[in-house]
């Protein structure tokens, strides 16, 4: 059977990006995924962030093939072994240590949402109160509770059970520009009569990622966090797509100076597309009881050894995020040219570092660009409730060159979406 007809045969029909992208991807190299027949498509999705620093970077393999062939251990539990020790000290010394964070690390099993669920855990054990808050348009993963604090209705609806213990408030900027959705929090928290109570802690993401790159000011985050402090609530990150050097800094809410109590990291920790998962707690709440958090996986020392020799290499100075964010300033730069070019587009562009993305009026515009750059083999996502925002999350490894070609092929995509929509008098897309 052709290959691409064994998985449509025997995998569930829960599978998503295949549709997306059908084609049978075989090998990968820097920002570039190739497929059986050896086509290059530029890849500007990065496993949804999870390959910052490309596929297969030459010196992270070495450090695994190294790693591997000595017969260093490969799974260990949570029992202690050398790669662990190292991972924490790496990961405490030029991580933690540099940003004035004393948080503890607790490897909650491999994925994004194993760290949802434990950062939710803990703030229910370290209060004694069920009620989380969360926001409009927030995604944090697929697991019940985490479900719980998502507000995706299609993906909440998977649940099959009622989505308990949480409040949905207004994201930054939801009732518009002038509506301050933190007022209105605190009216609820302070109001005997809202109905809220006094819930054990706020989750936040700094960029609302999966939900559409919505983009929370520093002002509101910090109020946020006040916000939090003055209703004794912890203040929880969730860092899991913006973390990583994603937003030009290696934390998304480090360039506000914000200090949360906990925050989840995961998708490029690894720096490999290995799973691997963290929670960063203060020690305060760190209340656990041995093992009342387990789990196999927790902890995969391969994963450690990719992510202790990534932030050797890219987060021992500032050069790479600097970098990051001249590359950055590039992006928005040219989308903001493209949005003024086409204004029959009605496209707006929003985002933080290299996590820029062009939100379309009309809702159809986004996918039809995705799927228009699949034809010109390059891989891009669309983002938020309706799929109306087109995400860009290039490695933030690409170099310039590459980083200009996808933006042509976003713009040649663009015309072609427009042409066949009969949008603002364009050529149909055969003819271009
Ligand atoms: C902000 C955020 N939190 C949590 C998750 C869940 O991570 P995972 O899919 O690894 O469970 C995601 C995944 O996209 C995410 O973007």
Redesign the pocket.
């Known amino acids: 059977m052709d290959m691409m007809d064994i998985i449509e045969n025997y995998e569930s029909v829960v599978r998503s990006y295949v549709r997306s992208f059908p084609t049978v991807f075989e090998k990968a190299r820097g920002s570039y995924l190739y497929n059986t027949e050896g086509e290059a498509f530029l890849d500007f999705f990065a496993g949804?962030s999870v390959m910052n620093y490309g596929h297969n970077h030459p010196e992270l393999k070495k450090a695994l093939l190294d790693y591997l062939s000595n017969d260093n251990v490969v799974h260990s539990l949570d029992m202690a072994s050398v790669m662990r020790a190292r991972f924490l000290e790496t990961f405490h010394d030029r991580i933690l240590k540099p940003r004035g964070m004393n948080h503890r690390v607790q490897f909650p099993g491999p994925?994004?949402?194993n760290a949802?669920e434990s950062a939710l855990k803990i703030a229910r054990k370290a209060t004694g109160r069920p009620g989380v808050v969360a926001f409009t348009n927030a995604?944090?993963?697929?697991t019940l509770g985490?479900l719980s604090v998502t507000g995706n209705q299609f993906k909440r609806d998977g649940a099959g059970v009622p989505l308990s213990y949480t409040e949905s408030m207004p994201y930054d900027s939801y009732f518009g520009d002038d509506f301050d959705t933190i007022d209105y929090l605190e009216k609820m928290l302070q109001d005997g009569g809202s109905g809220v109570g006094h819930p054990s802690a706020v989750i936040v993401?700094t960029v609302q990622?999966?939900g559409g790159v919505n983009v929370a000011s520093g002002e509101w985050l910090r109020k946020l966090q006040d916000c939090c402090r003055r209703n004794d609530m912890l203040f929880m990150i969730?860092d899991?797509?913006t973390g990583n050097g994603r937003t030009g800094h290696y934390f998304s809410f480090e360039e506000f100076g914000l200090d949360p109590d906990v925050v989840t990291v995961?998708k490029s920790i690894s720096g490999f597309g290995f799973p691997l998962s963290i929670v960063l707690v203060k020690p305060e709440y760190d209340i656990w009881e041995p093992g009342e958090h387990n789990g196999t996986f927790r902890g995969f020392n391969p994963a450690m050894v990719t992510a202790k020799r990534a932030i050797e290499l890219f987060w021992s100075d500032d050069s790479f995020a600097n970098e990051v964010q001249e590359k950055s300033k590039h992006v928005r730069a040219r989308l903001a040219a493209l949005v003024e070019k086409y204004p029959e587009a009605q496209g707006t562009v929003r985002g933080r570092g290299m996590m820029q993305a062009v939100a379309f009026e009309n809702e159809d515009i986004a996918g039809a660009i995705s799927q228009h750059c699949f034809k010109r083999n390059m891989i891009i996502e669309t983002a938020g409730p309706n799929d109306e925002v087109l995400k860009l999350l290039p490695p933030l490894t690409t170099e310039m060159d590459d980083l200009d070609r996808g933006l042509d092929l976003i713009e040649e995509s663009l015309r072609a979406v427009l042409a066949d929509m009969g949008i603002g008098g364009h050529q149909p897309a055969a003819n271009q």
């Open positions: 949804a994925t994004g949402t949802v995604f944090h993963g697929m985490s993401e990622a999966e969730d899991i797509q995961s």
